[in-house]
């Protein structure tokens, strides 16, 4: 099963990983790895209180693709001397560009 996690750095650095499926199913990590790996195992014992309590179980995301080639893609990227690391991507995640695809249109 595939659930959203978001993963967020702390003030004090650590990285804290949420399922929102999942409400209260919450772990963190040092590095964004360890995150992760916790996440999955605090969701593997989330799922498995749910069925032991015959609970129902939230269903896992569903991801499709509406249409993949639009003729016009809306890109806002924020205004900034400087973003923080990985926002570009998040951004170019969100308006279904690759990396590569930016670059094309850029040179273009």
Do not use: W
């Amino acid at each position: 099963m595939r659930y959203r996690i978001l993963i967020e750095q702390d003030e004090d650095g650590m990285f804290v990983a949420e399922c929102p499926s999942l409400p209260g199913c919450i772990s963190q990590g040092k590095t964004r790895e360890e995150a992760l790996i916790n996440i999955e195992e605090a969701i593997k014992g989330y799922i498995q209180s749910l069925k032991k309590h015959n609970e129902p179980i939230p269903p896992p995301i569903e991801e499709e693709i509406v249409n993949e080639n639009p003729p016009h893609r809306r890109l806002t990227v924020p205004d900034h001397d400087e973003i923080a690391k990985g926002t570009l991507r998040s951004i170019l995640r969100q308006a279904g560009l690759a990396v590569e695809e930016l670059k094309a249109l850029m040179e273009g």
